[in-house]
């Protein structure tokens, strides 16, 4: 069977998954982070029933692997100098390789690669060719952080892996079917047509995901259902799903609007941001830093950005819970406002994170959307990371919780193009 890799690399990490395709059994999965310091951490899990016997029989003073609490899997650990993303994957095509989990590199015939930003040149996956490289190089002025990172992966896998098919999948193409009066800002049309000047959105690949699960649970037509996708992690976003197209979504130009994130404070009304610039004295890159990394939930509760630490202590803590309700506002403001986009809904879906794992934070969106025909059934709802219908049998909008799985969108994005 073939193997296909899921790869998102980021700055200084890089998370994969290698899968059987078209099975879609995971085989193996990892994170290498820290990559460019002398004690990057490589982490990578695997099934002990795919690890041949006698593999790994010559593993260094510092290399670890332990069992998994459930004997199911092993997780091998290291850490070590790293200089680059191509020592980084060849270091870890390596050790596939060296643990069983692979016979050699040539059983990986296809790598699927996340890319943050599409532009409007993308509006599905693609095979890589030098025209795409080039065209993610061009398309890093709307993803500096993401899209070089990205695309120093893609470099690093074919290098290594030239018999590979190499495919990019983008987190804004499945926002691309937006309508213009939905991704145009009312800001003079000549800086649209200048520079990009639009909404692209994020989390594409999520969103897509769980509205196609969502409509295979609910054993419906996906071109029939209105859904709201709510992927609500450190990073969140919320998308309007008609007939199977993302509408509407929250995320803008960049992943800083709409919702409250973990750290990023979503919308704000830009004036205000010049004002307290000024005030400050702060520069352009200072106030940008400010709102991606110390506004949002942790602006608010002055305490943490993880929901968890905050519904811990909200009882107690006036801004842990000021910062919880207005994360819970801001997301039945969105949904309020996609079912009158929509003109109705037929489910909301909830994922990442916060989603699949916060039961009060679920309870607390549902109750408060009972006005568009939503129930809780809270025995359904006391669950973590299941797919689960969590609204009541005669709600007349349900309720789901479905787990995200971009990697695996990824791998069958791959065999598509195979
Ligand atoms: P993600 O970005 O999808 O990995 O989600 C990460 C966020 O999920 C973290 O910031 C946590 O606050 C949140 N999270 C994870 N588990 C829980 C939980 N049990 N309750 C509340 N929030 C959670």
């Known amino acids: 069977m073939a193997k296909t890799m899921a790869v998102n690399a980021g700055s200084s990490s890089l998370k994969f998954q ?16 820290r990559i460019g310091m002398d004690d990057a951490i490589v982490t990578i899990k695997y099934g002990v029933s795919i690890a041949s016997e006698n593999a790994v029989d010559h593993l260094e003073d510092d290399e670890h692997i332990t ?84 695309a120093m992966g893609i470099r690093a896998f074919q290098k290594l892996l030239p018999h590979a098919l190499s495919v990019a999948v983008f987190d804004t193409s499945f926002h691309q ?26 989390h594409g690949t999520s969103h897509r995901y769980v509205s196609a699960r969502a409509a295979q649970l609910l054993g419906k037509d996906l071109k029939d259902l209105k859904l709201i996708t709510l992927h609500l992690g450190a990073g969140a976003s919320i998308t309007a799903v008609q007939g199977g197209k993302s509408i509407d979504t929250s995320m803008g130009f960049s992943p800083l609007a709409g919702l409250t994130m973990a750290t990023r404070s979503g919308d704000v009304d830009t004036s205000l941001v010049y004002y307290i610039q000024e005030r400050e ?16 939930l942790l602006g608010i509760s002055t305490i943490s950005s993880d929901m968890r630490d905050l519904l811990d202590v909200q ?74 219908e969590i609204s009541t049998k005669d709600s007349r909008v349900k309720a789901l919780l479905i787990p995200t799985n971009e990697e695996l969108m990824i791998a069958r994005d791959v065999e598509a193009l195979k």
């Open 67 to 150: 069992l998994s609490k459930d004997g199911k899997g092993k997780k091998y650990e290291n850490v070590l100098a790293i200089k680059d993303h191509q020592q980084a994957i060849n270091f870890m095509l390596q050790k596939l390789t060296d643990l069983g989990i692979i016979a050699d590199f040539n059983e990986i015939t296809g790598v699927g690669h996340r890319v943050v930003a599409g532009g409007e040149w993308f509006n599905h996956s693609v095979v890589v060719t030098d025209d795409v490289l080039t065209k993610i190089d061009r398309l890093a002025d709307y993803a500096p952080l993401h899209n070089p990172a990205n």
């Open 315 to 388: 009882d107690t803590h006036d801004h842990a819970k000021l910062a919880v309700n207005i994360f819970v506002n801001r997301v039945v403001k969105y949904v309020g406002q996609y079912v009158a986009e929509m003109g109705g809904v037929d489910a909301i879906v909830f994922t990442a994170g916060i989603g699949e794992n916060s039961i009060p934070v679920r309870k607390m969106i549902v109750d408060k959307l009972g006005y568009f025909g939503i129930t809780l059934d809270e025995e359904a709802n006391n669950v973590r990371g299941d797919e689960v």
């Open 281 to 296: 004295g702060l520069s352009n890159e200072e106030m940008t830093n400010i709102l991606n990394k110390k506004s949002g």
């Open 18 to 33: 290698l899968l059987d395709m078209p099975a879609e059994r995971v085989i193996a999965q990892g994170v290498i982070e």
């Open 177 to 202: 079917t937006m309508p213009e009066e939905n991704y145009l800002y009312s800001l003079p049309y000549e800086y649209y047509t200048r520079y990009g000047a639009r909404k692209y959105g994020a």
